[in-house]
């Protein structure tokens, strides 16, 4: 169990206040800023003047007072010297990538990985020459043996999408200092439940667009790293964030800085369900795979990784078999049982179900999907955290026993 404490780093940062002194933070919707002095315009575009030199902002898409307040907060929470909040999850990654890999350079990859990634290293980047292996991120000797000397960046997430392993960044983080690599971790599906850099992660990712805004009405992301990496980041030169541009609203910034103060509280309610729901389907004999059951296979990992009270996520991934079955179960869940909605994503306060094969993960060829455990049967099931847990487990329980029958047989271990 870790020491580091997410909930208790996010309370001491939050000391920003309203223009008039109002327990809410102000927003700040200028795209530009006046300088009182000719001379200052120079010195910002030096850089001897900026946001933490005096205070001076020059243009939105470079830094934004309400954007710099989130960006702030996450760094706090992640245990970052800073952080950079970026339109969406995807040019989160796609920028932070690009800045530490230029053409010729390779990526190490995590097979598991959320198919928009999966399909950014397998068909974009190829396209600046920026080439990917894949591995199973569990296999610590495959991750050796694929690195190169070209080799920049490994990139797993946490928690794989969708088949729930997890990986051992304190030991990729061995393997990626031992090679002077970048360990890159894409931690959307848990936040506080894990903190990636306190494990040894150089660059943290996430989506913001799931658990961290938490209402599924906004998209959104962020790079957390190093104080020089964030400034590259930003440069107002070769900055992939500064001139790519996938710049964050302060509008969205401000819905997310309000939404932060009850992340831990919706974490352990999204843990707590998760963890009776896949236990009571466990016990009838389903095949679900949840990092918190003591026979999924690194649950003893995510144990020792894991920030002690927040548990191990709202996230479950029920095997259905095949996916006509898999769709009757969603038809079931959400048409009859009301117990959640057919929908891609996570994060949200009601549940959201898919079925990651022919949907989120629908990028990835069928015989890599069987290859990294993906059953064409298999639904994520993203468990929000509305109604009574009691009801809950009343109408997945339900729902299972008509569309796999009463008597499952335990799956053999
Ligand atoms: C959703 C998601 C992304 C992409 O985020 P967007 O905000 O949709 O661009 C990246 N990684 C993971 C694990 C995700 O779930």
């Given amino acids: 169990m870790q020491s580091y404490n997410p909930e208790q780093a996010l309370l001491k940062a939050r000391r920003e206040f309203g223009e008039h002194g109002g327990v809410v933070p102000s927003i700040e919707r200028s795209s530009t800023f006046t300088v009182m002095h000719p001379d200052t315009m ?27 307040v989130l960006s702030r907060y996450l760094a ?24 530490l890999c230029s053409s010729g350079d390779h990526i190490v990859a995590s097979k598991t990985i959320y198919g928009g990634t999966h399909a950014l290293f397998e068909s974009l980047l190829p396209q600046m020459k920026i080439n990917t292996t894949f ?22 997430e946490t928690m794989g999408n969708p ?27 848990s936040p506080m439940i894990f903190t990636p850099h306190s494990l040894g992660a ?48 302060p509008r969205v910034a401000f819905d997310i800085i309000q939404r932060l103060p ?12 998760g963890l009776a729901i896949a236990g009571m389907l466990k016990g009838m004999g389903v095949r679900v795979s949840y990092p918190g059951l003591l026979d999924h296979p690194q649950h003893a990992l995510a144990a020792q990784m894991c920030n002690q009270g927040f548990g191990f996520g709202g996230i479950l991934a029920m095997d259905c078999g095949d996916r006509s079955t898999a769709e009757k179960m969603m038809e079931i869940l959400q048409n009859e049982e009301k ?14 179900i898919s079925c990651s094969g022919s949907s989120t993960s629908s990028e990835i060829t069928a015989e890599d999907q069987q290859e990294m455990g993906l059953s064409p049967g298999l639904l994520r099931i993203a468990l929000g955290y509305t109604g009574s847990l009691d009801d809950r487990m009343g109408q997945i329980k339900r729902a299972v026993e008509k569309v796999l029958g009463k008597d499952l047989t335990p799956p053999k271990e």
Avoid: W
Wanted: charged share 15%; aromatic share 6%.
């Fill in 135 to 156: 591995v199973n991120i569990a296999d610590l000797d495959a991750v050796k043996a694929a690195i190169t000397p070209e080799t920049r960046v490994i990139f797993t």
């Fill in 163 to 189: 088949t729930l392993n997890i990986a051992d960044l304190p030991a990729l983080s061995a393997i990626a200092r031992s090679r002077n690599i970048k360990l890159m971790v894409d931690n959307t599906f």
């Fill in 339 to 352: 117990f959640g909605l057919i929908a891609v994503s996570l994060g949200y306060f009601d549940t959201l």
């Fill in 202 to 249: 150089d660059v943290v990712i996430y989506s913001l667009t799931k658990y961290i805004n938490g209402a599924s009405d906004l998209v959104a992301g962020a790079i957390c790293g190093d104080k020089q990496f964030v400034s590259e980041l930003m440069g107002l030169h070769t900055g992939r964030v500064m001139l790519l541009g996938p710049t964050m609203d």
């Fill in 262 to 273: 009850h992340l831990a509280i919706r974490m352990r309610e999204h843990s707590r369900r």
């Fill in 42 to 68: 120079p010195e910002i575009f030096t850089g001897i003047k900026g946001p933490e030199q005096g205070g001076c902002f020059l243009y939105s898409r470079h830094f934004n007072p309400t954007v710099d």
């Fill in 76 to 99: 706090a929470m992640e245990g970052t010297q800073a952080a950079v909040c970026t339109a969406s999850g995807m040019s989160a990654i796609s920028c932070a990538v690009l800045q």
